[in-house]
């Protein structure tokens, strides 16, 4: 079993990391040419975003067949020599297990409609006409697709059928998926929407006295089947297989997650929480536009606290995480990329690096990647579509006005190609890329980064080999000081008699804050110049420190 605690996380997302072969589209030989990159850097693990065959509906997670590679992506020899070639440089490989959904055009739910009576009818759900719900899907249209004179549930988008966890043969199908994939060498799995395998018995309308599609919240996410499908799972694939269970736990509570990933409780490793992501969102998520996108660094405060407390002190475990491919890039959202994108990127790390919980990277963040200036044209992103026809549709939003809300959050925003260098093509291929390519390339690009000391890049390195080098980052208790700060976060990490005080502005302006005890310290690591520890500390702009104290 990797040392999870002990390890950092890079995501992966294929498409868009490196292309090898010049079809404009990212690939696996393409990751083994930068895993000496990723090993200089100072990862100990690859969290690969789905590479099966798919049709591409939604980029790998609509999965067509679970035991091919999608062949954009390469061969099942590519992916051997992709583990291989991992594991020579102490890499694990960490694959994304999609087993709420399967695509509509894989072999199960194809004998699913060709024949009613087929075993594969009841790997899904079907229902007629007047039985199906008002579920509103997770990609904002309803969760019922029609099939002949039959629906199917889609939580998601149009072709991914949910799966039905209650038949056993699912659940044993999934595990074998498993299986086969460990007996390669991976290490484990980070799960999709792992806690909405569990749908309401009966699939009852959510808030029936209500017109319109609804979001089934706690119909569909953490039902109470959840837990014994993960301890049946943990049990026949993953302790057999000492192998880590990380769940994307959607729209998860702490108290939940800590239930997941309690030891004793033999279920995950690990889950993601998503408020920090959530934040300044509508309740029904990223286009619900309804807040304006406004938030506090207060909110942002209040959510770490709650979360870092919670964890630490009730045996729960997280992967932290700025971005992904879900959600635009963090840099804009909770950072400033005009005036102090080196320094606010380098507070980001910090802050990120510094938690209770593993730190996850996304492709391109260590060189501060912004978001691009998306057209309706540039959008590939189902969920986008999907919402801004809801938009348009359904809540009579103005066109162009959903075009700017759905150009701004997009999850495009966070896919466009690597920037490698400030070649052509940003080094991520010899021709067009399969999506826009950010042209600020040019300034932003990791061979620039890795020639500059004072880069983002190196800031990275610095906070990896930080976590290496002070076990009370990895173990330590989290104590806050002024929770009630506006606008600087700061806390202690403690273990073992090593204890770390971490200061981060994370407001664009100067700000300061009164310390109550006196400490003698060690500057470590800073985003500005060391500064001494005194009782009233004056930080510029997004300036970050880190000190080892008693
Ligand atoms: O962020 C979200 C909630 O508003 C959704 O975009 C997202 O669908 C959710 O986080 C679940 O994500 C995962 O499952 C989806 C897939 O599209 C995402 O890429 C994946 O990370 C369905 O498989
Ligand atoms: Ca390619």
Known sequence: MIDYKNSIFYQ??????????????????????????????????????????????????????????NEEYGSMEDFDELILEAKKRNIEIIMDLVANHTSTSHQWFLEAIKDKNSKYRDYYFFEKKENINNWLSFFGNSSWVKQDDYYYLASFSATQADLNWANIEVRNSIYNVMKFYLNKGICGFRMDVINTIDKKEGLPDKNPHLKGLQFPDDYIIDGKNVDKYLKEMNEKVLTPYDALGLGEAVLVKPEIAINYTKKENKELHMTFQFDLAMLGYGELGKYDFRKGYRFSIKDFKNITSLWQESMYENGGYLGNYLSNHDHKRHIERYGDIKKYHKESSKALALYNFTLYGSPFIYQGEEIGMTNPKLKYKDWKDPECFNSYEAMTRMLHVPKFIAKKISSYVTRDNARTPIHWSKENYAGFSNVEPWMYLNPNYKKINIEDNLNDKDSILNFYKKCISLRKNYPSLIYGSFLEIQKEHPHIIAYIREYNNERMLIMINLDKKKRSIILKDKYKFKHILSNYKPKNLVKEMLLEPFEAHIYLIN
Do not use: E
């Open 12 to 69: 992966i997302w294929p498409r868009s990391f490196k292309d090898s072969n010049n079809d404009g589209i990212g690939d696996i030989q393409g990751i083994i040419q930068k895993l000496d990159y990723l090993k200089n850097l100072g990862i100990d693990a690859i969290w690969l975003s789905p590479i099966y065959k798919t049709n591409n509906d939604d980029y790998g997670y609509d999965v067509v067949d679970y035991y091919s590679i």
